[in-house]
């Protein structure tokens, strides 16, 4: 079972607030992941990071922001909610090397802005 | 660059029924291929990746699939179905090397139904 945690599960908020969803894994894994999610559509990748203090843009354009100040933790952030943010985000984390493409995920944040 | 298809958004079988779900990639470098899980309310979970070892891949709850690079697929498949099968399934590709791994390009998803 794999051990990431995402908070909270679910989020309904109005358009204009700033909200953060909460990752953490205490598997040590450096490289950490946030995917976003519609309804019968693929994962995009939004955001990824290959350790402490590294963060990049994934494929997936978006106005969220991440950071990565210690291992386990690697929140997300939408400084002005609107309705186009509503989706399901997914955390995830994975080693380096090999195991690499093993991700493991979180069971996800579903985000509405109203 | 790289990306999947899955052929067919839902499939339904029969429980005891063939489960056959369609993948087929582009990679501009040798792949590496998954397939993960996603049961409703949950985070995805992986059930088999295929990296340059032997071309059929055994994963967990008895599925298995076989790369095939003639054909660019990767069909992931069970003998027989079970009711607890039903969930959202997606094949995934990454680059084979340096910064691309762990860097998934997903399907959009194929929901399998299994009928008593």
């Known amino acids: 079972e794999a051990d990431i945690y995402q908070t909270p599960r679910y989020l309904v908020i109005g358009t204009g607030k700033k909200i953060t969803l909460e990752c953490s894994q205490t598997?040590?894994?450096?490289?950490m992941y946030w995917y976003q999610q519609d309804p019968g559509m693929e994962l995009h990748l939004i955001h990824y990071s290959y350790g402490v203090n590294s963060t990049e843009k994934g494929d997936l354009s978006s106005e969220s922001t991440v950071s990565r100040i210690r291992t386990e933790h690697f929140p997300l952030t939408l400084e002005s909610a609107r309705p186009s943010h509503t989706s399901q985000y997914l955390c995830?984390?994975?080693?380096?090397?090999?195991?690499?493409?093993?991700?493991?995920f979180g069971e996800g944040s579903r985000l509405t802005v109203l | 660059a790289q990306s999947v298809t899955q052929l067919g958004s839902h499939v339904s079988v029969s429980e005891g029924a063939l489960v056959l779900l369609r993948c087929n990639y582009s990679?501009?470098?040798?792949?590496?291929l998954f397939w993960y899980v996603q049961y409703p309310n949950q985070g995805l979970q992986l059930l088999l990746k295929y990296t340059s070892a032997a071309t059929l891949v055994k994963g967990i709850n008895g599925f298995e699939a076989e790369f095939k690079k003639s054909e660019t697929s990767f069909h992931l498949t069970k003998p027989s179905a079970h009711m607890s099968d039903a969930a959202e399934y997606f094949c995934a590709v990454s680059g084979s090397g340096g910064t691309s791994y762990g860097k998934l390009t997903f399907g959009q998803g194929t929901i399998l139904t299994v009928h008593p």
């Open positions: 995830a984390s994975s080693e380096y090397g090999r195991g690499a493409g093993e991700l493991f």
């Open positions: 990679s501009s470098v040798p792949p590496y």
């Open positions: 598997m040590g894994h450096d490289k």
